[in-house]
């Protein structure tokens, strides 16, 4: 157990729909990252937060936003849904922010099944 | 855009036989990570590389980042069943933009 913590564990929704995925970071732990996991692309980097503010942004669609709240917990909205965005979504989380030491840690992720 | 590729996407080794997996950067790396991910598991952090030319050793793994920064291999001697998985690969950017490699799953063959 990392001690990160992600709900729900599945999704299944439909095309055009909008979901919210939710990461509590491990204890401490300042920074959340998201990751899309889909068979063909691998782990893609979708954007960090550090403290509240945006640190990082990687891959993420227009249609995809996040943000981190005061409690340090984060969530990931996915509007507009799209078959192609069926997918694992991992939420990460570290002490510190990348450049320096930043062991990550990773929770369970949630499958993302769109119909 | 700075890309991370690693190979081989796939190794199948016999049990005891030696395994490398490599990574290399479009880019110069600020630093590299490396992770490994269990069949229906979350990845889990092994070791993070920062200078160049470094090599670390953790039990029958070796990690190297090579002297330019654009390159590292995991290199695993005598293979255990227990060491089936994916390993991944994460360079981080000057920019502190994550990048993983596409991963090299690993099979192991009693």
């Known amino acids: 157990d990392s001690g990160v913590t992600q709900t729900p564990k599945h999704l299944i929704t439909a095309t055009g729909q909008r979901v919210t995925l939710r990461c509590s970071p491990r204890?401490?732990?300042?920074?959340v990252y998201w990751y899309q996991q889909s068979l063909d692309q691998g782990l893609q980097f979708l954007i960090q937060y550090y403290n509240g503010e945006e640190r990082a942004k990687g891959n993420i669609l227009e249609r995809f936003s996040a943000q981190q709240f005061p409690d340090l917990h984060s969530e990931l909205n996915l509007s507009s849904l799209e078959l192609g965005d069926s997918a694992l979504y991992f939420c990460?989380?570290?002490?510190?922010?990348?450049?320096?030491?930043?062991?990550?840690?990773f929770g369970p992720g949630t499958r993302l099944t769109v119909l | 855009g700075q890309q991370v590729m690693q190979i081989p996407q796939y190794q199948h080794v016999q049990e005891g036989e030696d395994f490398t997996t490599y990574c290399n950067s479009s880019?110069?790396?600020?630093?590299i990570q490396w992770y490994k991910q269990r069949p229906g598991g979350h990845p889990v952090f092994l070791i993070q590389l920062v200078k160049s030319g470094e090599v670390k050793k953790q039990k029958r793994l070796t990690f190297q980042f090579g002297e330019a920064k654009k390159n590292s291999s995991l290199h695993i001697t005598a293979t255990q069943t227990t060491d089936v998985g994916t390993y991944f690969c994460a360079g981080v950017n000057r920019d502190d933009k994550i990048i993983f490699g596409k991963g090299t799953r690993l099979h192991i063959l009693p």
């Open positions: 880019t110069t790396l600020s630093n």
């Open positions: 204890s401490g732990d300042l920074s």
């Open positions: 990460a989380s570290s002490f510190l922010w990348t450049g320096s030491y930043n062991e990550q840690f």
